[in-house]
């Protein structure tokens, strides 16, 4: 069986004033099954906001996708629809939910507008049908007193409630792959794993497939199916969950687990990672964590490709071949 | 509340402050106010006296200055040199055709202003944004009443398709029905509206364009059309929608504004404004009269700004005090 | 943009110029039609309507000029003041300038005029002037107080600059990108002011050319001689259009944050 998302070696360029054009998203490649979930995790700058975007083809101008990247939803070529077939997937069988609830809600529509909206937008029913759906799906993401809820403006809802509304929106459409893009992030530490456990609620109720972009390590646990690490516009490393938390290869994962790395060859104990990630157009030739890497593989001046570290377990890094 | 009360107090304030100065700019200004008087009819320098005395120009300046002020506060704005009629009831006269007017335009301009401007944003970069742009630039550097004559002499007198001048056709039967006059006040509003409005119509498609392209690069924009919604449904529906209200606001701002254009307008088609009567009162060095129009606008701007932030206020939900 | 700016300061520094037939009388013929000998045509004085044109761009430039001069350095010195001292001192300006500026500028000169008998020329152009600085007096004391928590400003005062003296020759200059701005389209609204006073017969006087009194005059002889009043019309579009492009390229080089 196939899976429901394959993203094949995915490139976003902008023109670059210095350098021509730059690739913030540089070569992704991934897969998601139906109905599980994988985390894509990695420091802002890494260029995984973009990835989701490009999934929706919301590229912002003047970047564009690169030929040879190649999006494809349950065969569907994604990057090939125009107009009315895209939109057929915005919303209906993708879905996406930002990071700020506050400014992705328009701060003059009644939250139950903005929702029908989305259900007449995808399906033909009668405005009573769609308010009564509405009420339906503010029941549950867990809002309280739906029904009245309908009738509030953004602004008047709290942060929880704000995301919670938006998770609903995106439900409207009944997508079969949520993209969650920082979900929790602007909001408070309490209101965060609500909001996660809710996410994981809805998916296992509707049997859909989630992308979970995030920085942060802590809520990939237990949550996510599989995790794939972004660095500097590549998937540096990929594995199921546990076995990523069990053995992180990529000195840069090792890195972000803060942990010693049980690799071949002298380290010095990690803390944070020196330095910061470099702009796209700034990247060193080979492999672009050379900078910061305790360790500066000799063969690193060239880019090392995506080598095998276990079963489904891969690493984009000299040291894999070491192991072997 | 205790905000608005803090507005009102101010606009009052600044109010105050407009009406002293124009009454101490028009004094200040060399120049003997009766001079012209003598034009039509030689005074003796007896009659001179006299009116001088009738218009309290023998007093010292202070002492005519509260006077002023005291006639001001309840509505009396003396007596007009070239009327001889009351200053207030002049005005009174002729506020309405020039609110008729100025309304008119602030229509056009808004409507067609805000299409434009938000136009511009989404097309933004291409040739129809500097098309559009050029030619609100080249009308807003068109003398009003040139393009007045313009459209007069061509559309009234050349090709004779509307009227060229006054708010009512005087041939008009006296039985005529209200719907017959009706429909002639308005082929008289035409013309003048339409020069005031192509004039005026460059700032509000600045504003319009620029809250437009900035509502365009919020996140519910993108958010909106990671939904499905149709582009223009993104476009006009929610993005124009949040730009559209720091515009709306402006109104309050526009109208005493354009009335205050209206003065060269109003005298081309000859149309029973305030302008057109501000305009002769220039001519005829009809100071009381002036001070009475100038203080008038000065008011209806200051009231303008009010009405301006009030409805900010109350229109942005965000805003808005549950 | 600006390159309209350019095409059009081309078009009309022939005209600005200085004309040798300075003398705009020219005896041949009243309300001629454009032709070759008078592109323009002929008004009905007999005075080729080109050549007065080009005199009366001298007029308005140079009432523009001198007005906008005068606008700026009242601006400049009132915002600098304001932005600068503060306190109490920017309270009342401030107020005053809100009152001024609730009293619409034509009205102001039109109260002005219509005392003035014979305004000469010159008192003309102080009169606009002087009405003109309120907007750039708030725009300068923007930039002022902007400019009053950086660095570079601490640093003059940390030491010891003359009290406010020096600081006149650290602010100012940095407030030239938008005063400049604002004197290029301030020339613009100038001449159509100008221009309108001058049309209600109460700016440039007769015998002086000036466009506005070009268009009033020919205003009486429009359905026979329509160019009369339609060239000089043209030519104030057509230099305000300049000079507003200009601006606007202006303030597109110097204000990043303008989209």
Redesign the interface.
């Known amino acids: 069986m196939s899976a429901l998302l394959e993203v094949h070696d995915l490139r976003v360029s902008f023109p670059d004033r210095v350098a021509g054009r730059i690739h913030p998203v540089d070569g992704v490649s991934f897969d998601i099954e139906r109905g599980k979930t994988l985390a894509l995790v990695g420091e802002s700058g890494c260029g995984k906001s973009l990835t989701s975007l490009a999934l929706l083809r919301l590229v912002p101008p003047p970047g564009r996708i690169d030929g040879g990247s190649a999006v494809s939803l349950d065969g569907t070529d994604v990057l090939a629809l125009k107009g009315d077939a895209l939109r057929q997937v915005r919303g209906r069988r993708i879905a996406m939910i930002f990071q700020d609830p506050m400014t992705s809600l328009n701060p003059v529509f009644r939250i139950g507008d903005q929702i029908t909206e989305v259900i007449h937008a995808h399906f033909d029913v009668s405005r009573q049908d769609a308010r009564a759906q509405a009420v339906a799906l503010l029941q549950e993401v867990g809002i309280p007193d739906p029904a009245e809820r309908l009738r509030a403006y953004p602004h008047q809802l709290s942060g929880g409630m704000r995301q919670r509304v938006m998770i609903a929106i995106a439900l409207a459409g009944q997508p079969e792959l949520l993209i969650a893009d920082e979900p929790t992030t602007a909001l408070d530490v309490t209101v965060q794993a609500q909001i996660l456990e809710l996410l994981d609620h809805l998916r296992q109720s509707r049997g859909m497939a989630m992308l979970l972009i995030t920085h942060d390590l802590g809520i990939v646990a237990g949550r996510a199916d599989h995790v794939a690490v972004m660095y500097a516009g590549q998937i540096i490393e990929s594995a199921p969950t546990a076995q990523l938390f069990e053995h992180p290869s990529h000195p840069y994962t090792v890195g972000l687990f803060g942990s010693v790395p049980r690799l071949t060859g002298p380290v010095e104990r990690l803390t944070p990672i020196a330095g910061t990630v470099p702009p796209p157009n700034a990247w060193p030739e080979g492999c672009r964590f050379r900078p910061r890497c305790p360790i500066k593989h000799p063969k690193s001046a060239t880019m090392p490709p995506l080598l095998a570290v276990g079963p489904g377990h891969a690493m984009r890094c000299w040291l894999a071949e070491d192991e072997r | 509340m205790t905000w608005l009360a803090g507005r009102v107090g101010q606009a009052i304030?600044?109010?105050?402050?407009?009406v002293?100065?124009?009454f101490f700019?028009?004094?200040a200004?060399?120049?003997?106010?009766l001079?012209?008087l003598g034009d039509e009819h030689p005074l003796s320098p007896r009659q001179m006296e006299t009116l001088r005395a009738r218009y309290g120009l023998d007093q010292p300046l202070t002492t005519q200055f509260t006077s002023f002020l005291s006639g001001a506060v309840r509505g009396d704005f003396g007596t007009s040199i070239e009327y001889g009629r009351p200053v207030t009831g002049l005005i009174i006269q002729r506020l309405p055709a020039s609110l008729l007017l100025g309304g008119t335009v602030l229509l056009i301009t808004f409507a067609l202003g805000s299409w434009l401007g938000a136009l511009q944003a989404v097309r933004s970069g291409g040739r129809t944004e500097?098309a559009i742009g050029?030619l609100s630039?080249?009308a807003?550097?068109?003398?009003?009443?040139?393009?007045g004559?313009?459209l007069?002499?061509l559309v009234g007198?050349v090709w004779r398709v509307l009227p060229a001048a006054g708010m009512h056709d005087p041939l008009l039967p006296s039985d005529a029905t209200f719907g017959t006059r009706a429909v002639d006040v308005l082929r008289h509003l035409i013309l003048p509206a339409v020069t005031l409005a192509a004039v005026n119509i460059g700032a509000t498609m600045r504003h319009q364009r620029?809250a437009m392209?900035h509502a365009l690069r919020e996140p519910y924009v993108q958010a909106a059309r990671a939904r499905g919604l149709t582009e223009p449904r993104v476009r006009w529906h929610h993005a124009f929608r949040n730009a559209l209200f720091p515009v709306v606001t402006l109104f309050g701002l526009w109208l005493?504004?354009v009335v205050?254009?209206s003065?060269?307008v109003e005298?081309v088609f000859a149309w029973p404004g305030l302008g057109a009567l501000?305009?002769d009162?220039?001519?005829a060095?009809?100071?009381p009269l002036?001070?009475g129009?100038?203080v008038l606008?000065?008011?209806m701007?200051?009231g303008g700004?009010l009405v301006a932030d009030a409805a900010y206020a109350l229109l942005d939900p965000r805003v808005r005090r549950a | 943009?600006a390159l309209?700016a350019i095409v059009l300061f081309g078009l009309l520094a022939p005209l600005a110029l200085p004309d040798p037939s300075a003398q705009p009388d020219i005896i041949s013929g009243a309300l001629l039609a454009p032709s070759a000998l008078h592109p323009f045509g002929t008004d009905q004085l007999s005075r080729d309507v080109l050549a007065r044109v080009a005199s009366g761009a001298r007029v308005s430039l140079a009432v523009a000029a001198v007005a906008v001069a005068l606008s700026m350095t009242l601006g400049a010195l009132v915002g600098l003041i304001a932005g600068y001292v503060g306190g109490a001192v920017d309270a009342v300006l401030m107020?005053?300038v809100?009152?001024?500026?609730?009293?619409?500028r034509?009205?102001?000169l039109?109260?002005?005029?219509?005392?003035?008998?014979q305004m000469p020329l010159v008192a003309l152009m102080v009169m606009i002037g002087a009405t003109g600085w309120l907007g750039t007096s708030r725009l300068v004391r923007a930039e002022v107080l902007r400019l009053k928590e950086t660095d570079f400003v601490r640093g003059a005062e940390a030491l010891g600059a003359r009290a406010g003296r020096v600081m006149f020759r650290h602010l100012l200059p940095n407030t030239m990108g938008p005063l400049l701005v604002a004197a290029t389209l301030g020339v613009?609204d100038v001449i159509?002011l100008e221009?309108?006073l001058s049309?209600?017969?109460?700016g440039v006087r007769p015998p002086t050319p000036s466009w506005?009194g070009m268009?009033l005059d020919?205003?009486d002889v429009?359905?026979a001689a329509?160019w009369v009043?339609?060239f000089?019309?043209l030519a104030?579009?057509?230099?305000?259009?300049a000079v507003?492009?200009f601006g606007?390229a202006l303030r597109a080089a110097t204000d990043p944050r303008e989209?």
């Open positions: 304030i600044t109010a105050v402050v407009a002293i100065l124009a700019v028009m004094r200004a060399p120049g003997d106010p001079a012209r500097q050029v630039l080249a807003y550097a068109t003398p009003s009443f040139w393009l004559l313009v007069a002499w007198i620029s392209l005493p504004l205050a254009g003065v060269f005298k501000a305009a009162a220039v001519s060095r009809d100071y002036l001070m129009i100038t606008v000065s008011l701007v200051v700004a | 943009m309209g107020r005053a809100d009152g001024a500026m609730a009293v619409p034509l009205f102001v039109l109260l002005l005029v219509a005392a003035w008998e613009g159509l221009a309108g049309f209600l017969g109460m506005g268009i020919g205003k429009l359905t329509p009043s339609i000089p019309g104030i579009i057509a230099t305000v259009l507003n492009l606007d989209t």
